[in-house]
């Protein structure tokens, strides 16, 4: 089990930059990573994920503005925006995932943090 705290979001002009971090207790080591966002009437879509040996995956929606990091021995993963657009503009949510065996069956465990809100607009 994790715990997970984003922070960094905020109010941000069109084109500007963002980074938010997650942390995660005790640790996120052993979990895979990724940044989810949900803009209102939107579903929750994946922005960013990251392995835990650091392979990194972003959609092509994307067009390499986001960038995911991790960092393990601080326990914090980090979303980088550059040239943020109005429709940029969402919760944005940290998650992790880990796949855990047990009694001859496979299951992901998800966990999620509770989101940090970016507004971008003029």
């Known amino acids: 089990q994790v715990h997970l705290v984003e922070s960094g979001g905020g109010l941000v002009q069109p084109g500007g930059s963002l980074e938010l971090s997650c942390t995660g207790s005790?640790?996120?080591?052993?979990?895979?990573m990724a940044w989810y966002r949900q803009a209102p009437g939107k579903e929750r879509e994946q922005v960013a994920a990251?392995?835990?040996?650091?392979?990194?995956n972003y959609p092509d929606s994307m067009e390499g503005r986001f960038t995911i990091g991790r960092d393990n021995a601080k326990n914090t993963v980090y979303l980088q925006m550059r040239n943020l657009e109005p429709e940029d503009t969402a919760i944005y949510y940290c998650?992790?995932?880990?796949?855990?065996?047990?009694?001859?069956?496979?299951?992901?465990?998800?966990?999620w943090g509770q989101g940090t809100q970016v507004t971008v607009s003029s």
């Open positions: 998650n992790a995932a880990r796949l855990v065996e047990a009694d001859e069956e496979q299951r992901t465990l998800v966990y």
């Open positions: 005790p640790t996120i080591g052993i979990y895979a």
């Open positions: 990251i392995s835990i040996g650091g392979t990194t």
